[in-house]
């Protein structure tokens, strides 16, 4: 969960309690219109995720925050990666999506 609200932690929730993320202005790319696109990477799969306190940030300090967003990442399916049968037991080898 990307945020840091204290009244989560207050509230016994068993999330974590967040992290800070920031882009420099190089990383950010055109939209269309007036609008900017941030990557925002090393995201889990079926998880959900919490973005508080977004807002631009120049000489003269922070802007204003932008409503919250709240969004899940999708699951990702295993697949098999090999089916045997040894010592009279059948044994599958599951691979997980992104483990190689």
């Given amino acids: ?5 204290p009244a989560d932690e207050a509230a016994g ?3 974590c309690t967040g992290r800070l993320c920031t882009w420099t202005p190089a990383s950010l790319r055109k939209g269309a ?10 995201l889990r799969p079926d998880v959900r ?5 977004l807002c631009a940030v120049n000489s003269m300090g922070p802007g204003g925050a ?3 967003l709240a969004f899940h990442t999708l699951p990702l399916t295993p697949r098999v990666r090999e089916v045997r049968v040894r010592h009279s037991a059948v044994v599958v080898q599951i691979l997980l999506p992104g483990t190689g």
């Fill in 1 to 5: 969960q990307l945020d840091g609200d």
């Fill in 13 to 15: 929730s068993r999330e």
């Fill in 33 to 42: 219109g007036k609008t900017l696109i941030a990557k925002l990477g090393g």
């Fill in 49 to 53: 995720y919490v973005v508080r306190g």
């Fill in 66 to 68: 932008a409503p919250r």
